[in-house]
């Protein structure tokens, strides 16, 4: 059975003079010690690391190697570091202050976008699913949908803007990226793009507060799951706290300066016949200091029905997943609880 609904929101929460431990519907049973923030991260340096300025290169060389490195990174671990993307680093420096100073407002004053339905295009919150939850995240959010349509709270002035710029510009990375993991498919650089009707692609705009928690190895941020859509980009303040799952193990992600943290959706792996396999990540909280992270998703036109894409399908390699409009998918999945890949499984065709 669901906790009760919190009645405020966790940075409100977390700035109580005499909160020294965490209120029991926010401790997760689900961290186990070993994967807990306080023990060890593994190293991040082998995280893959892909350079945008060659893979939009006019070099074929240059554009093959790139190609080549987006290629593997999505096939081994569907995460990689995006550098010199292009985003002014002022950009997001704004996007990430103007976040702050949204969460910063009254909770009186977030109430009025706060939405009631998970397909209401502003909506913000707290934990991930508070009907569904049996232990609530250590987190609030903002989520926005920004195309093909462009919403934004009117609060704080000025965000609006720097939404709209920073939108406009992860949306061009985003196509960049696309094009090539489309060629590295061994399709035409436009496929994906024409297949998934991406001119009305779907855009999302999800803005993190992870406010300072006195007890972290008993809390999540997030749990560990995969995103819906095709690709997410991230950017975030000087906190850590992202993790990446692979190969069985939690890896620690220290961002490199100025670059995005580009996660690959389950739609990616349906589009791509499990070639692909879409990233299962978490974030941890820390003691000391707040977490503000900015993810925007790019998804196919919520029209789209998605499925493997036709030429990677064959005889020895038949279609793995079910189709599905991307509307239905994204609704069932922000509809129930946050679990590893749990929706995504729901459309796999099992074969004996």
Avoid at 186 to 206: R, V, Y
């Amino acid at each position: 059975m669901a906790s009760t609904q919190p009645a405020i929101t966790v940075k409100t929460l977390s700035e109580l003079s005499n909160l020294k431990s965490i209120p029991s519907n926010y401790v997760n049973s689900a961290i186990c010690p070993s994967h807990s923030p306080a023990s060890d991260p593994i190293d991040s340096n082998s995280i893959p690391i892909v350079d945008f300025s060659l893979l939009t290169s006019t070099d074929p060389h240059q554009r093959s190697e790139a190609i080549n490195s987006l290629n593997k990174a999505c096939q081994e671990w569907g995460f990689f570091m995006l550098v010199n993307h292009g985003i002014p680093e002022n950009l997001v420096k704004e996007v990430i202050d103007g976040t702050e100073r949204f969460f910063n407002m009254s909770d009186e004053e977030k109430k009025e976008f706060e939405g009631k339905h998970v397909l209401d295009p502003i909506r913000c919150g707290t934990s991930f699913n508070t009907s569904k939850e049996k232990a609530f995240f250590w987190r609030d959010y903002l989520k926005v949908f920004v195309h093909p349509i462009f919403h934004s709270p009117s609060k704080p002035e000025g965000y609006s803007d720097i939404m709209t710029e920073y939108c406009e510009k992860s949306r061009q990375v985003a196509k960049g990226l696309l094009g090539g993991i489309s060629e590295g498919l061994g399709l035409e650089e436009c496929f994906l793009d024409k297949a998934l009707d991406m001119k009305l692609g779907f855009q999302i705009f999800i803005a993190n507060y992870y406010p300072r928690c006195p007890q972290p190895e008993l809390a999540l941020g997030i749990p560990p799951h995969s995103d819906h859509g095709l690709l997410t980009l991230v950017i975030q303040n000087q906190v850590g706290g992202l993790q990446v799952q692979h190969q069985g193990k939690w890896i620690h992600v220290n961002a490199l300066p100025n670059s995005l943290l580009v996660n690959t959706g389950d739609h990616l792996e349906i589009f791509s016949n499990g070639k692909y396999k879409s990233n299962v990540h978490r974030v941890v909280v820390n003691n000391t200091s707040p977490r503000i992270s900015v993810a925007v998703a790019h998804g196919p036109s919520l029209e789209a029905i998605v499925s493997p894409a036709s030429p990677l399908v064959s005889e020895s390699n038949p279609p793995g997943y079910i189709p599905m409009k991307y509307k239905d998918y994204m609704q069932l999945q922000q509809s129930n609880q946050l679990h590893q890949k749990s929706i995504l499984e729901q459309v796999k065709i099992q074969r004996n």
